[in-house]
Structure formats: structure tokens, C-alpha cells
């Protein structure tokens, strides 16, 4: 089931002068918004969570939005892989078309929905992402 953690106000290590939730939404965000460029799609939907991960250093609403946005992406990647290789053969194209149609579409609700919640300053935890989120935000 999804949980919920509640975070206070805080600053982010890196952009003193802006709230926490502004650049927890922005790693979430950010994925969204370059899943949907044409020239990169889903393969480069984990740089913006990444980047926001490695130059945060204190706030936990941060550190763990970037990290659950980020497996979050990298799992999407591996779904596109898995269905590239499905459409490898011409029986499996209408499969493979309809498995990445239904990925992209449950990736853009869990972004979404995840994207308001760190606008409230609440983790979301995403089952089976938020082990390894929990892992990676320290």
C-alpha cells in the first residue's frame, strides 16, 4: 500500500532562497516534462532526478523525491527495453505497442500523483521504488 510521511518547511542545501517542495516537484516534474520531448522520450527521463539528488545535501523531502523520481524513471527505462524487445518480432509489435502505452501512461499518473504530494511535503512511497529510494536519499 502507498504511505505517506509528512515533512516540515525547510530550504534546500543548494537553492537556499527556495522551498523544499518547489524543487521536490521540479525532480518529479522534470522527468515528466522530458518523458514527453520527442527526441529523448523515456530514455533520458532520469537526468533532471539525478542531478537534484546529487547536488542536495540536507533536506529529506528533497534527497527522497529525487531518489523515488529516479528509480521511478529508471524503471520506466527498463519497461521500454523490455518492450523494445518484445516488437523485435513482427507477432509481437501489436503487444509491445500496447505494454508501452500502458507504462507510459501508469509512469505519468505515479509522477502526477507523486508531484502533488511533494507539493503538500509528504512522501509518497511507491511499493517495491521506495526501498531503493529509501536507500539512495541516505
Known amino acids: 500500500m502507498f504511505v505517506e510521511r ?13 522551498e523544499d517542495r518547489w524543487i521536490a516537484l521540479a525532480a518529479y516534474v522534470g522527468g515528466l516534462v522530458i518523458s514527453l520531448l520527442p527526441l529523448f522520450g523515456s530514455w ?5 532526478p539525478l542531478v537534484i539528488l546529487l547536488l542536495e545535501r540536507s533536506s529529506r523531502l528533497i534527497r527522497y523525491s529525487a531518489a523515488q523520481a529516479l ?7 527498463a519497461v521500454s527495453i523490455v518492450v523494445i524487445v518484445l ?4 507477432i509481437l509489435i501489436p503487444l509491445g ?4 502505452w ?8 505515479l509522477l502526477v500523483v507523486a508531484s502533488y504530494f511533494a507539493w ?19
Open 6 to 18: 509528512q515533512h516540515g518547511p525547510e530550504t534546500s542545501s543548494f537553492l537556499p532562497t527556495v
Open 44 to 48: 533520458a527521463c532520469w537526468v533532471v
Open 71 to 77: 528509480t521511478l524513471s529508471i524503471a520506466q527505462l
Open 87 to 90: 516488437s523485435a518480432t513482427v
Open 97 to 100: 505497442i500496447a505494454l508501452s
Open 102 to 109: 500502458i507504462a507510459n501512461i501508469a509512469y505519468w499518473v
Open 120 to 138: 503538500k511535503r509528504t512522501e509518497w512511497r511507491i511499493p517495491f521504488l521506495c526501498q531503493l529510494a529509501d536507500r539512495m536519499a541516505g
